[in-house]
Each structure stands twice: as structure tokens, then as C-alpha cells.
């Protein structure tokens, strides 16, 4: 669809949901409660439909709301459905609300729903004038991007996940190293991670200056915790088939203790895709004690262990060969069993000691310690001296010997007759181990002991990312009146990640020479073949390191400061951050190449950086209000792409500089209790970017290392979210968003070789400029209904739209070096620079779900969710291209695909006390 068009009916869209209302007012009490326990509740948004007032419902549940005779009060709260009451009486009143009956599983999607919790509202029970915008109140646009849209690979502005940051308890857990937050860590532990605050975009989260991307803040206190139990078991058809989850949460109590405690296993010996298993656990400790009305002292110790088979993503060809869209290579039969070859297995727990202290009925201090640490790591398969075991590899490939009828006969019909041919054949790994009787001297070329055995000539090798990581973190917050709030903080992360490779399994063999096989090849001098030449000619045996070992050091110091200033019309914000950071490399094997660059330590890289942004919000009346928000920022470059190859040395990318982000977006945002809706146009630019790849180049005949700097994205378009209620029971919601995002540069690049000091290029240009960002939807839609039931059971259906589909490039076809050999009218010009457009498709998802109530003590739920209903197993939802290629022969590595599941269920039965 033409983005203009889609761009032009969403300002429609909106334009029906502007809503105004009047009348005369008073001032109301009441309290909000719990329908399971009657206990209160805090941070419950309560606003009137005739605009009259909104108000948050203090610690003990109560509120004090401007309204009158008639009007309808609308009273919100994560996981509790949406509660309408009409005034009728001058009088206090009690409103009861009840558990929402959703309960889908967050862990399927990398999108967190960004939600408000009672930390961000503390003390701002009432409110006399136009109150404030809630950033934190829910957005259907941006959890409609989480569970429909995000299993298409949407991302809401383009963004990557570093550029989000996700911190618990206020302690910041992005990974220091690439800058991403990973679910994963807390996988499962659904119950205890839902009490979260902050934003989508460019706003405020009083834990932290956030990044462009927006800020979320998991709250897992023990005392924010009331007293409850509850049991789930769930059972899916997507990457496990079962899950089971405890929690159970004391609150305060009478001694001043708080103590919650969850755990959960997700497990399926194969998921959706054959070949891969899922075994994941999850624990959860937390315990609070109060001391006084000023101190408590909280402790939380989590951890998720898991180990899955990996998926595998292949060519068109492939997946057509085998009749199969979710084909995975990574497997194949041992023993008459499914054996994967691309195992990971991660458990990096995280601990938390923090103490609370309020300094005065106005102001609060939480300081805190953490530390994480653990291991992670993905095996793969390694050979020498041997053919490639990969079943997809090129030369099994029919597509390989193209102008060769005879051969792409003969492979066509290997991957046709016999189905044990596209996958992993162990039996052939083991019976070339076990008669490969080899001897060597375990010292090469000194007096050494020579040793005789079979020399593995396949084996399984894990690629190891282990870490720890120390935060101090200190975080301040002062309501210093009705028109200005401050906070602020600092913290300090120090970071070690232990980056190495372990021999997993020999398969048969009795040990494994650690020599690299292609500097066998590019050096006449045996010795230059050694990993490590400390210890020369080693035999490994599993469990030991070998290829390369060194460890990435990173410090990061940050301090922050934010002001919030709230006025009868219009509120605003500023925020001002600072930042320092130092990383450095360590190697653990003197590489023979690199003599001088690859052993100890290397020298300290320092960079410092600063962001500054605001946002200014006019309240045309209390449910129409028009925001905007800014941000320029400087980034220090994360060291998985400041070396050129950190494997074995420790040589800089030239040029190494911060990154500059900037930008901005502006929002009409109408909140009424029918309807709920933003409009949001945003633009940001990411400039001064490195991008670095190793990959055999095949013009240059050799393994190199691929580097790109001043790589410029720009990242504009427009948000959509309405939510409509309807009637009292039924709610339809209408969802959009499209952009544009696009390389904004013409980067240079630099080729080295890996195996030396040789650049083989250093001034040539990448003509990536309004080339699409790939391997993600830029374009989404939604339209859905539900039903409600006084009778607690609900039903609804959404229709999803997904357009603008681009798979990712490989810069160096976009060279001029890639097209000499052509002329602009040959056909082969326009396969080679041409960005592959994917086609657009639909989606039709249904849940439904019914609760019931027992002694008014217990609670029952169950939720039933299908997506992609009509089993669509053809949408092809992301790819890329291989940057190894031909232009001889464009079909020889050509790009991979990733599909979208088809029809897949999700059952949940919880019970709750």
C-alpha cells in the first residue's frame, strides 16, 4: 500500500475519535479494592469523562476526583479491566475491580508493555486543575506492537533493542557489550515482572535519563508485592509446548517482613520447528524488611537457565527442495534420535541489594548493589580436513551448477528422494573420527612427548560469552510541590565478558589439534598456524579452551538529572546526562599473526558523552492534550564493533568515534473514557555508525574482516492507537504505524585480511544511501473487537496488515567494485544493487477467555489465544542477504528467509488465591 495513502487514512481514523465534554463539578472520595481480596489498591488512574479531573488513588487505595451529578468515572489499572462508575450521590464511595482474564505469555514477543506502577505516582493522590499527562497509562498502540505485530519482526520506529533501556529495581541490565536488554535473563518469571513504569519513545523515567528508544523500570520489591498465590499451567504449540508457573508473595507483614517467591519450567522436546527442543527453569527471591517508617533494606536473587536446539533460516531454494518454510539444517538423527547441532544453554543470574530511605515526606533515596554473572554460549559444528557437514551448504546445492543440467539433476533429486539428505548425518561425523589415527608432537618443534590417537575431524566447539558485572547504582526523587519534581542519579557498571571457545563434544575422537587451518593455508611457516603460541601444538580434549580466549573489560560511570515542572495549562521537562566510558581488550593467547596484539592487556580506549532532552505538553482541556519531545545525544561505541577482529588482536577500527543521535517527535493525544487514542509524528537520525563483519570474501579470495564507518539511519513516519469503548461490553481498538527507515550515508570500508596485518582495502565506498533498513516490517495494521461479559468470560478477534518488507543487504554489492565486470543495461547490474521488496500480508488472530470466583477467595482463569488463524505458512516476514556472493553466479549464496509460524494456540489456566 502507498505509504502516503496508509499515512492519510490513519489522520482520518483519528480525526473521529476527538471527543469534548462540559458540566458543573465537586469533589469526590473513594476507594479502590481488589475483587479477589478487598485489599487496596494503589496507582489505580481514575478520570471523568466530562473532563472534570483525573486523580491516582494514593498507597491506601484512595482518591479524590473533581466531578458531578452524571458523569462517568473511568478507573484503570494494569491487569485489571477497565471499571466504569456513574455518579448518582454526593457521598464516599467503593469501587471493586477485577483481575483481568488475559494472561498471554510476554516471552514470546521482545517487546515489553510499557505500563504505570504506583513508584511513578507516589503522592499525587488529587488534582484540582487540568491534571498532568500519564505517560505511563496504557498505550494499545504500543502493546497491539508487542503481541500482533511483533511476531512479523516489527519494531516500533525501526529502532533496535539497544536503543531501549530496561533497567530493575532501577539497576540498569542492558548488556554492556552490545547494548541490548535480554528477556530472556528473567525468562518465565511472568508473575514477578509485571510491575513496570515508563515510556515508549523519547519522556521521563525518574530511575534513569533512558535512551531514544524509551525506558522501562521492572519493580520487583518484595513489599510491592501483596499477600497472594498463584498457580498456571499453559500449553502452546510455538517454541515449547508446556509451562508451568509458582509464585507466592506474603506482603508486609505485622513483623515487617516482605518475602515473594516464583518459579516456573517452559519445556518441549520440539517445538514448532522440528528438530528444535526448549527446556527452560526460572527461580525468583525476593525479601524486604521494614525498619522504620524511613529504612528498609530489600534483597532479590533471580535466574532463568535454559537450553534449546536452535532454527535454523535457509534459501528459497532450500525450503522449496524440502517442501518446508521452517526447514531447519541444524539437525539429524543419532541413533535413531533428533540430535542439534546448534545447542544454547545460558543461567547469568542477577542479585540485587538495595536500601530505601525515605529522606522526608517529600524525598527518596534508593541505593543499590548488584551483581551478574554467569555463562552463555551456542555450539556449532567445526571440521578440518574434511567436507563441509552444513546439508544446506552451496555445494549441495542444485543452484550451484547452474549450466550444469546433469549435476543439478543429481542434487535435485538427492534433496528430493531422500529425506535424511538435508539434514546433519552424525553416523559419518563419528566413523571419520574413529579412523583418523594421527600422531604429533605436543610441543612442536621442541623436545615433547609425541602423542598417537584419533584426531577428531569433526567436533562440536561452544562459542562461550560468560560475564560478570558489578552496578552501583543511587537514585534520588524529591516532589518538591504541585509544580515541580526532581530526580536524579548515578551509576557505576563494571563489566567483564569472558569471550572464548570450549570443545563440547569430539564425537568419537580422542582430542582435537588447536591450529587454525586457514593460516595453514595463507602462510608457508607452520608456526604461524598456532592459536596460541604459549602453548604450542595443544590437544584439546572437551571441556578445554582452545581457537581463541580474551576478555572484554568495559567501565561505564553516568549521572543524571531531570526536572518535571506542572502548571494549570501546559507542563514541561528537561533532563541532562553524562556519561564516561573506558573499555579495553585481554587476551588469553598470544597469537602467533599478532604477536604484539593479541596477549595482555591493550590499551585502554576512553570516551566521554553527553544527552539533553525535554518535552513541553499543552492541555488543550483535560482529555486533549498536544506533546512534544526532543533529544541529541553522544554514544560510546560498544565494543563488539570497535576491533576490527577482538577473536585474536586487538586493533581498533580506524576512525573509532562516539555516535550521535538526535531527534524528535509530536503527538495529539485524546483520552476520554470512550476513547483513547495517540497520534504521533517522529523523526531521529543515527549518525557516525560502525558496522563490522567477518565473512570469506570470495573476489578477494580470503577470510576478512569487513569494516564500515560514518553509517548514517534516518528513522521518520507516524504512530497510530485508538481504543474505543464501544459499549459497556464491547471495545474495538484500531492500530497503525509506518515508516521510513533508511541508510542516510555513503560509508567508507575498510577490508582486512584475518589472518594479517594486510589491508586489502581502505578507500572504498559503499553506496548504501536511501537503501532500506532491512530484516523487519516498516509498515503495520490493526484492526480488532472484543466482548466483554458481565458473566466474566470475554472474546475478541484482530486483523493484522503487514507491508513494507525489506530483507537486509550486503553493502559490499552496493560498490562499484561489485559491478565492474557489468554494464547498467545488463540484467545481472540490476540483481546485484536491487534490494529485494517482500510481499505484504494479513493476519487473523482470536483469544477469548472466561474467570470464575469461588468463596470469593479463590480465583480461577483461563485465556485461549490463536494466531494466525487461517495457518498463512507463506508470509515471508524478513530475510537477508548472504555477504558472501557471486556475481557470476547471484544464485550461488543467495539470501535467507525467515517465515512467520502458522497457526499457532496458546491455553492458560491460572489459580489464584
Not at 505485622?254 to 526460572?282: K, L
Request: charged share 20%; no cysteine.
Amino acid at each position: 500500500m502507498n505509504r502516503t495513502i496508509f499515512t492519510l487514512m490513519l489522520l482520518v481514523v483519528f480525526s473521529s475519535g476527538v471527543v469534548m465534554a462540559q458540566g458543573e463539578d465537586f469533589q469526590l472520595r473513594g476507594t479502590v479494592i481488589s475483587s479477589e481480596d478487598d485489599s487496596p489498591l494503589p496507582g489505580v488512574y481514575v478520570s471523568s469523562m466530562r473532563a472534570l479531573g483525573q486523580a491516582v488513588t494514593d498507597d491506601n487505595g484512595v482518591f479524590i476526583i473533581t466531578t458531578e451529578i452524571g458523569d462517568v468515572l473511568l478507573f484503570e489499572y494494569e491487569n485489571m479491566q477497565d471499571k466504569e462508575i456513574q455518579v448518582d450521590q454526593i457521598a464516599d464511595i467503593t469501587v471493586s475491580m477485577t483481575p483481568s482474564l488475559e494472561d498471554f505469555d510476554e516471552s514470546d514477543f521482545e517487546l515489553p508493555v510499557i505500563t504505570l506502577s504506583t513508584g511513578d505516582i507516589e503522592g499525587d493522590a488529587q488534582s484540582y486543575d487540568i491534571s498532568r499527562l500519564l505517560q505511563g497509562s496504557r498505550d494499545v498502540y504500543v502493546s497491539t506492537s508487542g503481541f500482533d505485530f511483533g511476531q512479523a519482526r516489527y519494531r516500533i520506529r525501526g529502532y533496535s533493542s539497544e536503543n531501549n533501556a530496561v533497567l530493575m529495581n532501577g539497576i540498569p541490565v542492558n548488556d554492556m557489550e552490545t547494548g541490548r536488554a535480554y528477556y530472556s535473563n528473567w525468562g518465565g518469571l511472568n508473575d514477578v515482572t509485571r510491575l513496570t513504569e515508563g515510556y515508549n519513545g523519547i519522556g521521563v523515567l525518574r530511575n534513569s535519563f533512558g535512551r531514544v528508544g524509551g525506558a522501562t523500570n521492572i519493580t520487583v520489591r518484595a513489599s510491592q508485592f501483596g499477600e497472594s498465590s498463584r498457580l498456571t499451567y499453559s500449553l502452546a504449540n510455538r517454541s515449547y509446548n508446556n509451562r508451568i508457573m509458582m509464585t507466592h508473595a506474603t506482603g508486609i507483614m505485622d513483623n515487617g517482613w516482605a518475602v515473594t517467591v516464583s518459579g516456573s519450567r517452559r519445556w518441549a522436546d520440539e517445538g514448532y520447528v522440528e528438530g528444535a527442543f526448549y527446556d527452560a527453569w526460572g527461580y525468583f527471591f525476593s525479601v524486604e524488611r521494614i525498619i522504620n517508617s524511613d529504612h528498609s533494606i530489600g534483597f532479590v536473587f533471580l535466574g532463568a537457565p535454559s537450553e534449546s536446539g536452535g532454527r535454523g533460516v535457509a534459501t528459497q531454494e532450500a525450503y522449496d527442495l524440502t517442501g518446508n518454510n521452517y526447514y531447519n539444517p541444524n539437525w539429524g538423527y543419532q541413533n535413531g534420535e533428533k540430535r542439534n547441532a546448534r545447542v544454547g544453554k545460558y543461567h547469568q543470574p542477577f542479585s540485587i541489594l538495595s536500601h530505601y530511605w525515605d529522606l522526608s515526606d517529600k524525598t527518596t533515596v534508593t541505593t543499590s548493589a548488584a551483581l551478574s554473572m554467569g555463562r552463555g554460549g551456542r555450539t556449532a559444528l567445526n571440521w578440518y580436513d574434511a567436507p563441509d557437514p552444513r546439508p544446506d551448504y552451496y555445494r549441495y546445492m542444485p543452484s550451484n551448477y547452474k549450466g550444469n543440467q546433469q549435476m543439478m539433476d543429481y542434487y535435485t533429486d538427492l534433496w528430493l528422494s531422500d529425506p535424511e539428505f538435508g539434514q546433519l548425518n552424525w553416523d559419518d561425523f563419528y566413523n571419520a573420527n574413529v579412523k583418523n589415527l594421527f600422531s604429533v608432537n605436543d610441543a612442536f618443534g621442541e623436545e615433547g612427548n609425541v602423542v598417537t590417537g584419533n584426531r577428531s575431524k569433526y567436533m562440536l566447539e561452544e562459542r562461550r560469552i560468560d560475564h560478570r558485572r558489578i552496578t552501583f547504582s543511587s537514585n534520588l526523587q524529591s516532589h518538591q510541590s504541585d509544580n515541580l519534581i526532581l530526580s536524579g542519579g548515578a551509576n557505576v557498571r563494571l563489566h567483564q565478558g569472558y569471550q572464548f571457545k570450549a570443545v563440547n563434544d569430539l564425537l568419537g575422537g580422542d582430542w582435537w589439534l588447536d591450529v587454525d587451518q586457514f593460516a595453514e593455508r595463507d602462510f608457508d611457516d607452520p608456526d604461524m598456524a598456532q592459536t596460541d603460541i604459549n602453548n604450542p601444538n595443544r590437544l584439546v580434549e572437551e571441556g578445554d579452551r582452545f581457537g581463541y580466549d580474551y576478555v572484554a573489560n568495559i567501565n561505564n560511570y553516568d549521572a543524571y538529572a531531570q526536572a518535571e515542572f506542572f502548571f494549570p495549562k501546559y507542563d514541561f521537562y528537561l533532563s541532562a546526562n553524562l556519561s564516561h566510558t573506558t573499555f579495553w581488550r585481554t587476551g588469553n593467547m598470544k597469537n602467533p599473526r599478532f604477536p604484539d596484539n593479541s596477549y595482555g592487556d591493550s590499551e585502554k580506549q576512553n570516551f566521554t558523552n553527553f544527552g539533553l532532552k525535554g518535552g513541553f505538553t499543552y492541555k488543550i482541556t483535560g482529555r486533549h492534550y498536544v506533546t512534544t519531545n526532543a533529544i541529541y545525544k553522544t554514544r560510546a561505541p560498544f565494543f563488539w564493533n570497535a576491533y576490527v577482529s577482538p577473536r585474536v588482536r586487538d586493533h581498533l577500527v580506524e576512525g573509532l568515534s562516539s555516535e550521535t543521535i538526535y531527534g524528535g517527535d509530536l503527538s495529539y493525544i485524546v483520552r476520554t473514557p470512550r476513547i483513547k487514542s495517540r497520534f504521533t509524528l517522529f523523526m531521529t537520525d543515527f549518525n557516525d555508525q560502525t558496522w563490522s563483519r567477518s565473512f570469506y570474501h570470495d573476489e578477494l579470495r580470503t577470510f576478512v574482516n569487513y569494516v564500515m564507518t560514518g553509517v548514517d539511519t534516518r528513522h521518520y513516519g507516524v504512530e497510530l492507537g485508538l481504543d474505543i469503548n464501544i459499549s459497556s461490553t464491547l471495545s474495538g481498538h484500531i492500530v497503525a504505524g509506518t515508516g521510513d527507515y533508511f541508510y542516510n550515508s555513503r560509508p567508507n570500508v575498510s577490508i582486512a585480511r584475518d589472518n594479517d596485518f594486510e589491508v586489502l582495502e581502505d578507500q572504498r565506498t559503499v553506496y548504501l544511501q536511501n537503501y532500506k533498513i532491512g530484516g523487519m516490517t516498516h509498515t503495520a495494521g490493526s484492526v480488532g473487537l472484543r466482548y466483554n461479559s458481565p458473566r466474566y468470560w470475554f472474546v475478541g478477534v484482530s486483523t493484522n496488515y503487514f507491508d513494507d518488507i525489506y530483507i537486509d543487504i550486503n553493502p559490499d554489492r552496493r560498490t562499484a567494485e561489485a559491478l565492474s565486470e557489468f554494464a547498467e543495461e545488463d540484467g545481472v547490474w540490476s540483481d546485484v544493487i536491487n534490494q529485494e521488496k517482500l510481499n505484504h500480508n494479513y493476519t487473523f488472530n482470536i483469544f477469548a477467555g472466561k474467570s470464575w470466583r469461588i468463596q470469593r477467595k479463590y480465583f480461577i482463569r483461563l485465556n485461549v489465544s490463536v494466531n494466525n488463524l487461517l495457518d498463512n505458512k507463506d508470509f515471508s516476514i524478513g530475510g537477508f542477504e548472504q555477504l558472501r556472493y557471486d556475481t557470476q553466479n547471484i544464485d550461488r549464496f543467495a539470501p535467507k528467509y525467515f517465515y512467520l509460524y502458522g497457526r499457532t494456540f496458546f491455553i492458560n489456566l491460572t489459580f489464584s488465591m
